[in-house]
């Protein structure tokens, strides 16, 4: 029985996406809350929750006149965000000032959720005060429309005059038919010889009671329960919601009947703070108040991203990825107040910071990556990640070696390298052609080259590819230049003191948009988990993040941030960091050759006017005939004679 409720209060849980929660018991003084705090611990992971924290009440009847200044000590939660509160036992006494108390510190209120068990909720036939109101309640359900239920009614009211409510309860009738069928089974042993175990498995073999179904396994009496979901709501003692079974989960009646949308499956329920639109984020939010804590990097080597102008007041960051933060902003369903804290430190530090709860979240261009992943959470990335590698482009050229006597043959060899110098330079210029890249395109090899010959290559100081380097690519440690600024890049290449540079993606669109001309990029070869905002574990704005991210990905809005922040420079043709090349074609060169072969074309006819003039004049006056054997005899030997 207990199983199986842990089993319902963690689908609520996971219906709702909610990922930490804190649970309540009274100090019974006999330990009886561990094996259900194991039960439910175990239900939770299933559902890839867990519990954050854990409350123990002091016990009522341990004091002669309790101070409940304890119990506000207790619920001081500065240290945790969950706002999932699930109250596993507890007397009504103390579950009713526990609730006095949270409602007093605001826990009982919007984007708080508070879950009470069964055991809870049958007190509550007897008293519900407004500081509950909100709460959902685990309650066995039996059938109410039977004549044994009614008689058994009749009788429980007629001994129990004294009681508040005119219901027997769950347990009264769990007792009366474990009675009964103990009563069936020492009857049934007065005349037979069969053990009193093995009658009461017979007994008990599909039956039905008035709490419901029954079987004796194992040596224990066990149930086959079916649970009702309770809101506790101003006016009335509960409202009753959905039911629960453990084998179809949650259904609008005790037909089999799921509902279609799966945020309808508990029922329509008012929670804490009269929130009805929507369920609460069982997350300690944001408010005027207290705004969200967001840490910002304070140094950046490439600026586009983020850019904290220091000489400012209000220390002023905009960038990239700041735009990115107010567009998703924009799209939230609620209010989120928050305050940029610009950070100092590396960018392992900062995700250390949100680790341990100095700041709510970090915004910039942050990398997934799993080490990571085990302290924080991430957004879905906002921009794919990869490595790439820099080289400075060199022009293939060639210089002619033969000697030329004729003027004209020198005009149209100047021309003609003029033609392939043009050429060369709109090759340098169009990075992504075809042409280029397969000359100067990088592979394994290059990478083996850089390794073998001990050439330096160059990185961002702060970031996880210098681990990369040295611990996957194998690059020797004094073989990498660590660079602090985009700026740096091209004086450490002109003064040879790095031959590559390993960049990820994004930052090398950024460089690519500024230096296309003197340098060319790798295709990217080495896929990393993209850029992504942190987060705190288990905080449901890292999934509002996630989800209007992808919508502004759908939309096409992420793109032209993209454009406007990464690449604003429109210098080179086509994109040098593109995966497909684009060629250029014969007709990106007609003037070109149009002047080639024209000035080709007229040293050929002054060349051959020229010669027909010598010509001419070395035939004197000799015949029409005797010219014309004699022009064909120079056409053929080339000689005058």
């Known amino acids: 029985m207990g199983a199986a409720q842990m089993r319902c209060i963690s689908d609520i849980v996971s219906l709702y996406t909610w990922k930490r929660v804190i649970v309540i018991y009274e100090d019974d003084g006999y330990g009886g809350d561990a094996g259900m705090l194991a039960l439910l611990s175990e239900a939770l992971q299933d559902v890839g929750s867990k519990i954050e924290h854990h409350l123990v009440l002091p016990r009522a009847s341990s004091r002669s006149n309790p101070s409940w200044d304890e119990l506000e000590e207790t619920l001081k939660l500065s240290t945790f965000q969950s706002r999932v509160f699930i109250v596993l036992q507890s007397s009504l006494k103390t579950v009713t000032n526990l609730f006095r108390v949270a409602n007093k510190m605001g826990h009982v209120g919007r984007d708080s959720a508070w879950i009470v068990t069964e055991s809870i909720t049958s007190l509550l036939d007897h008293q519900v005060n407004h500081d509950m109101e909100g709460t959902l309640g685990i309650k066995a359900h039996y059938a109410k429309n039977t004549s044994s239920y009614a008689r058994f009614r009749k009788v429980f009211q007629a001994k129990y005059p004294e009681g508040d409510d005119s219901e027997p309860g769950i347990y009264a009738l769990r007792a009366y038919d474990l009675t009964r069928v103990v009563t069936q089974a020492i009857r049934r042993t007065s005349n037979s010889t069969t053990n009193l175990q093995v009658l009461l498995n017979t007994v008990l073999t599909n039956y039905k009671g008035l709490s419901g179904k029954m079987q004796f396994k194992g040596g224990e009496v066990l149930y086959s329960p079916i649970f009702q979901i309770v809101n506790i709501v101003e006016g009335i003692r509960y409202k009753e919601l959905n039911f629960w079974r453990p084998e179809v989960g949650f259904t609008e009646s005790l037909a089999k009947r799921a509902s279609k949308n799966r945020s309808d499956d508990v029922g329509t329920v008012i929670w804490p703070g009269n929130l009805s639109y929507r369920a609460p984020k069982g997350w300690a939010m944001p408010s005027a108040g207290k705004p969200m804590k967001i840490g910002v990097p304070g140094r950046t ?243 509002d993040f996630t989800t209007a991210i992808l919508k502004l990905l759908e939309d096409g809005e992420l793109k032209s941030l993209e454009d406007t922040w990464l690449t604003p420079i429109r210098e080179c043709p086509n994109n040098a960091t593109s995966d497909g090349p684009e060629s250029l074609s014969v007709k990106n060169f007609t003037g070109l050759y149009v002047i080639s072969g024209s000035t080709s074309t007229i040293c050929l006819l002054l060349s051959v006017a020229i010669w027909l003039k010598k010509f001419q004049q070395h035939q004197g006056n000799a015949s029409v005939w005797n010219r014309t054997i004699r022009t064909a005899r120079f056409l053929c030997n080339r000689e005058i004679n």
Request: proline share 4%.
């Open 301 to 543: 080597s490439f600026s586009a991203f983020v850019k904290v102008d220091s000489s400012s007041t209000k220390n002023s960051t905009d960038g990239f990825c700041i735009q990115i933060f107010y567009k998703v902003k924009s799209r939230l369903d609620y209010p989120l107040p928050f305050e940029f804290h610009p950070f100092n430190g590396s960018y392992d530090d900062l995700v250390e910071q949100v680790y341990n709860k100095t700041f709510d979240a970090a915004v910039g261009d942050f990398t997934i990556l799993a080490d990571r992943l085990k302290k924080v959470e991430f957004t879905q990335p906002y921009i794919e990640l990869a490595l790439q590698t820099w080289f400075t482009f060199t022009s293939l050229f060639f210089s002619q070696r033969e000697k030329i006597h004729n003027n004209l043959t020198r005009v149209v060899v100047v021309v003609w390298l003029f033609v392939v110098l043009i050429v060369s330079s709109s090759y340098t210029a169009n990075l992504s052609s075809m042409l280029t890249i397969q000359r100067l395109k990088p592979n394994v090899t290059d990478i083996e080259m850089l390794k073998r010959t001990n050439s330096k290559v160059g990185l961002d100081g702060d970031s996880f590819v210098l681990d990369y380097l040295k611990n996957v690519l194998k690059f020797k440690p004094e073989n990498i230049i660590t660079i602090g600024s985009e700026y740096n890049y091209t004086e450490e290449f002109e003064n040879k003191s790095i031959s590559a540079a390993f960049l990820e993606l994004p930052y090398a669109k950024v460089f690519m948009n500024h230096y296309c001309k003197g340098y060319t990029a790798t295709t990217p070869t080495y896929r990393f988990g993209g850029l992504g905002f942190i987060f705190q574990k288990g905080s449901p704005i890292a999934r």
